[in-house]
């Protein structure tokens, strides 16, 4: 088995503290929209259409994605041989959760 390069090590490292932190700054945004959301004054179902339940299930599932990518991110027993891959696919699950988050976002603005 071939061990990864320094630089290569140097890299994962140096991008990972950013994304843990961006990603715990996007978590407690979404988590404080679904508690300011489901805490509703009426005392009725914050879930009433089906347009709440398009921005629920992405909002629920953006946060599920977040949830992998840090544990991805935390985890370190990754594959050293492969480790460019494993964060190759780290990021992508990154940018794609945050797509998921924001459209939820965008959604609940404009529906």
């Known amino acids: 088995m071939t061990e990864p390069t320094p630089d290569m090590n140097q890299d994962i490292r140096d991008f990972r503290q950013p994304m843990v932190t961006s990603l715990g700054i996007i978590l407690g945004f979404l988590l ?10 009426n005392g009725e179902s ?11 299930l992405t909002l629920v599932a953006a946060i599920s994605m977040m949830l992998l990518v840090l544990y991805r ?3 370190n027993r990754y594959p050293l ?31």
């Open 32 to 41: 404080g929209f679904l508690g300011q959301w489901a805490t509703n004054d």
């Open 81 to 111: 041989q492969r480790a460019g891959h494993y964060y190759q696919h780290t990021f992508q699950l990154y940018m794609l959760s945050i797509v998921v988050a924001f459209s939820g976002v965008v959604a609940a603005l404009f529906v």
């Open 73 to 75: 991110l935390l985890n």
């Open 46 to 56: 914050a879930i009433q259409s089906r347009a709440d339940w398009v921005v629920a």
